[in-house]
């Protein structure tokens, strides 16, 4: 029998959680993630597969969407992450695909991110020294993907003092490091 | 520089990639009787203009969209941004 021991993103055995001034950082480790991309001329029929089952409206460019335990975040064209609690909901693709069945392609994405949440005054000055996002216009709720510390991530608006990162599983250090780096410059 | 995106707005430049001339949009039918020729031409052949360019770029840092940019290359000045994917249904209509 394999001894198999879940690790984070950071290879810890808890979320690893740093303080730097009035910037709390927070590995968010309990969400299970699926990409949700409609097929030719088949949004619409996406759309309503999800609102009528589990109650979630996809987003709009550049939005988010919630319906607990779900929320949406706008990937691209026709295209949307969804995220559930990984406790519920660890096989959400499986669960999505009997939703939508054709009219669009689901991926496993749970893995392959990993997620840090930074709250905390002073926010924007944080992110305006990691990235060109126009942080200080993003309202509550807004989703930009963007490139922090040469990384492709997503920085979701939660609300005025909270942002989440999403970025490669694989480059978590760096971009935790990228984060502490920019919190420590403003504290 | 500035690429105007049309869903996004305005977003740096090197969120972007370049991939070339939007003729590549226009990939020939394999199986006309003159396809090798036509094959040749679209892989080889391209317009070098100094003035309007229209070309393809890639929001690979962003929502992985490809656009059809017109920029001026004597002034490198951003005339117009297009999803690729409208142009290309358009196109399609077109010659329908």
């Known amino acids: 029998m394999h001894k198999l021991k879940p690790i984070t993103p950071l290879g810890g055995d808890t979320p690893r959680v740093d303080t730097v001034g009035s910037i709390t950082i927070t590995e968010v480790v309990d969400q299970a993630l699926a990409s949700v991309a409609a097929r030719n001329d088949q949004a619409g029929a996406v759309q309503k597969a999800l609102a009528d089952k589990i109650g979630l409206s996809l987003p709009e460019v550049g939005q988010s969407s919630q319906a607990a335990p779900y929320a949406a975040l706008w990937m691209g064209p026709e295209q949307w992450m969804v995220m559930a609690p990984h406790d519920s909901h660890e096989l959400l693709a499986a669960e999505l695909k009997q939703i939508v069945a054709d009219t669009a392609s689901v991926s496993e994405q749970t893995d392959g991110w990993c997620r840090f949440d930074v709250q905390g005054a002073g926010l924007c000055d944080l992110f305006e020294r990691l990235s060109n996002a126009p942080v200080r216009t993003m309202g509550s709720g807004t989703a930009i993907r963007t490139t922090a510390e040469h990384l492709g991530v997503f920085l979701w608006r939660l609300a005025e003092d909270h942002m989440a990162v999403l970025g490669p599983r694989s480059s978590a250090a760096s971009l935790h490091h990228g984060l502490l780096a920019a919190a420590k410059s403003i504290a | ?96």
Do not use: C
């Open chain 2, 1 to 96: 520089m500035i690429i105007n995106h049309p869903l996004l707005g305005p977003r740096d430049a090197q969120e972007f990639t370049y991939l070339g001339d939007a003729s590549l949009l226009n990939r020939p039918d394999w199986q006309a009787e003159d396809a090798a020729e036509a094959f040749h031409d679209y892989l080889y052949l391209r317009d070098n203009p100094a003035g309007e360019h229209r070309e393809l770029w890639y929001h690979e840092q962003g929502d992985r969209s490809w656009l059809v940019v017109t920029r001026n290359t004597l002034t490198h000045e951003i005339l117009k941004v297009e999803l690729a994917r409208d142009v290309a249904k358009a196109a399609g209509k077109a010659a329908q």
